[in-house]
């Protein structure tokens, strides 16, 4: 795993993105949980630690971890769709590189053999992953249970997505509940 990370954070596939090739991910062959989400922003890029703002927060908040926890190898994998800042578009950040996911992932998921759940945060992940994703994000998270239990379906975490979060107020009443109680019982048994 050691080399594998070694060679990712060394690729330069994107390098004529606007800042640069910067991949950000952590990985263990230990690793309990895994979470899939889109690409790093623009702070998470300069400071090299995933999910470090505040769509990190309010994801952590809704698994009920602590930083200490979440950023433990041993325990979180963090492998997003597109390993390095897209750049800038219209409204918000572009959509992940295409080339990361096919390149990477099915490498990275034969060296951590112990994962118990995969957290597909965004229609990114899930478009890659789920072979019978619904007709759109809510619907998919609705039924996040036909997922289970390899994958847990979610919408991201970015303070853009208020409104979603305002009119989809089932999720946080009946969904995140039911994520905490998965992430800590892999997390009991882990320790």
């Known amino acids: 795993m ?6 990712i954070r060394s690729c330069n596939l994107c390098k004529d993105l606007p800042l640069g090739a910067n991949p950000v991910l952590r990985a263990s062959v230990n690793s309990k ?6 690409a790093p922003g623009t702070k ?20 009920g971890v602590s930083d200490e926890q979440f950023y433990n190898p041993e325990l979180f994998g963090i492998v997003p769709m597109g390993f390095c800042y897209p750049g800038k578009g219209r409204s918000g950040d572009l ?8 390149q990477w992932h099915q490498q990275i998921w034969d060296k951590m053999p112990n994962i118990e759940l995969t957290l597909l945060i965004g229609s990114y992940a899930q478009n ?3 072979k ?9 998270v609705q039924n996040f249970e036909e997922y289970l239990p390899d994958y847990f379906v979610l919408p991201h975490p970015s303070p853009r997505n208020r409104l979603w979060m305002k009119k989809n107020d089932w999720f946080e009443d009946a969904v995140v509940p039911i994520l905490k109680e998965k992430v800590h019982t892999i997390l009991s048994d882990a320790l």
Not at 46 to 59: A, C, E
């Open 132 to 140: 019978n994703k619904k007709k759109t994000l809510t619907e998919t």
């Open 128 to 130: 890659y992953y789920l």
């Open 44 to 63: 998470v890029h300069h400071s090299g630690i995933p999910w470090n703002d505040q769509s990190g927060k309010n994801l952590r908040s809704w698994l």
């Open 95 to 102: 959509p992940p590189r295409e080339e990361c996911a096919p």
């Open 33 to 38: 949980i895994m979470v899939i989400g889109q």
């Open 2 to 7: 050691d080399s594998l990370l070694k060679e």
